[in-house]
């Protein structure tokens, strides 16, 4: 889900910023070989880790479209609260299902390589979400945080 919600956010804030377009395939490498390092994943490790990988993110970027889609819903003027209401169960439903999908993928990943890499690596996904957020958003003239 925050990958999905990361790369939208930097899409258009790269090519700002840098005056070339966005590449999702050079975003994706540089992911990989930042989680490769910053896990000490083996080649072996990481030719089982990133299928799955992979697979999980676009399985989930999936149920976050139609989660987006039901927030973008626009109801009648007459529509009730049990109307809206039912659009949030649907919401949650989702949420719940994406939840559940992720918990399925790291055990798939945990089997695939050690946990304590499987850990290693989702601390790892988040440190380069963060840092290529910050990397996009910091404006010049301020100062850059480490």
Same mark, same amino acid.
């Given at each position: &889900?925050? $990958? ?29 070989? $930042?989680?490769?390092?910053? =896990? ?5 490790? =990481?030719?089982?880790? $990133?299928?799955? $990988?992979?697979?999980?993110?676009? +399985? ?5 479209? +139609?989660?987006?889609?039901? +927030?973008?819903?626009? %109801?009648?003027? /007459? ?6 209401? /039912?659009?949030?169960?649907?919401? /949650?439903?989702? *949420?719940?299902?994406? =939840? ?7 055990? +798939?990943?945990? *089997? ?9 690596? &989702?601390? =790892? ?7 290529? %957020? ?13």
């Amino acid at each position: &889900m925050a $990958f999905l919600t990361l790369l939208s956010a930097i899409a258009p804030l790269s090519a700002q910023q840098r005056n070339r377009q966005f590449s999702p395939q050079d975003f994706v490498k540089r992911l990989e070989s $930042f989680i490769v390092r910053e =896990a000490c994943l083996t080649p072996t490790e =990481a030719t089982a880790f $990133f299928p799955i $990988f992979h697979e999980m993110h676009d +399985k989930q970027r999936g149920i976050n479209w +139609k989660i987006m889609e039901l +927030k973008k819903r626009s %109801l009648p003027a /007459n529509a009730t609260d049990r109307d809206y209401y /039912n659009i949030i169960k649907e919401i /949650n439903s989702l *949420k719940v299902e994406s =939840a559940e999908l992720e918990d399925s993928y790291y055990k +798939k990943m945990c *089997k695939a390589i050690p946990a304590k890499k499987v850990h290693a690596a &989702m601390k =790892a996904e988040d440190r380069f979400h963060r840092r290529m %957020l910050r990397k996009f958003t910091d404006r010049p003239g301020q100062q850059q945080r480490k």
